[in-house]
């Protein structure tokens, strides 16, 4: 049996409150792929084109779906749409921004959009930074994420947070310098408020059985199970392979 899909622009035109973008962008989420994307479109298309439009926080809702169905293309084109409108974004937008530029492998965008933050009066919050850091991971430009993360915390821009350290940890086993990943787990333990978790033990785990160092893969997993951090199928898997 099949179900017929309803008419959004039928649900958008009895609407009588801006609120009402919210609830509908929040249908978004439950749809499936295709039609997701396809029912995002459309209310971006009708919120465009309202006197006065809807203010940034609502664009927000109806684009964070689309960079989740990793439509980093797409997604841009529609900032790039609401620049053109000239309505107000905030630093949550400038992120999406950044992170569809990461994605893409599009990093000296990215960092171009981080001067325009500044120029625009809002402040880099720890999500900016985060997607940075990860976007030059992503590129392969590990070595200028972890010169970025130092200067992070040199000049006390920002307070690394779980997702931070976790990336640069990624990135330093990605570039095989699983020592130094190791090193920045010991100093988490007992210089900051943040404390390894199983994805970082994972990640030291699989790149010390990748570099042959399995005896040093099974303290720290022994290190990891003692503090009650349970082991996933991946630690498991890297061991097995180590051994």
């Not at 492998?105 to 999500?127: E, M």
């Amino acid at each position: 049996m099949m179900c017929s899909r309803p008419n959004l622009r039928l649900l958008i035109s009895h609407r009588h409150s801006p609120g009402d973008y919210s609830t509908t962008s929040t249908r978004l989420v439950a749809n499936s792929g295709a039609h997701k994307l396809d029912d995002a479109l459309q209310l971006f298309d009708e919120m465009l084109h309202k006197k006065p439009p809807p203010c940034i926080i609502k664009f927000n809702k109806i684009i964070t779906p689309i960079v989740k169905l990793k439509h980093y293309s797409t997604a841009l084109s529609l900032l790039k749409q609401i620049n053109l409108t000239g309505i107000p974004t905030s630093i949550y937008t400038m992120n999406i921004f950044i992170n569809c530029y990461c994605r893409l492998k599009q990093v000296n965008y990215s960092f171009a959009l981080l001067a325009t933050i500044f120029k625009l009066g809002h402040p880099p919050d720890l999500a900016t930074y985060n997607t940075l850091i990860n976007g030059l991971v992503l590129a392969n430009r590990v070595f200028e994420a972890i010169e970025l993360f130092k200067k992070l915390i040199r000049d006390k821009l920002c307070e690394p947070n779980q997702v931070m350290y976790g990336t640069v940890i990624n990135g330093l086993c990605k570039v095989g310098h699983t020592s130094k990943a190791l090193e920045l787990c010991r100093f988490m333990k007992k210089g900051t408020s943040c404390e390894p978790n199983q994805v970082m033990y994972s990640t030291i785990i699989d790149s010390l059985c990748k570099d042959r160092m399995v005896d040093d893969a099974l303290r720290l997993f022994n290190e990891m199970t003692q503090k009650g951090i349970h082991a996933n199928v991946i630690t498991y898997t890297s061991l097995i392979h180590g051994l």
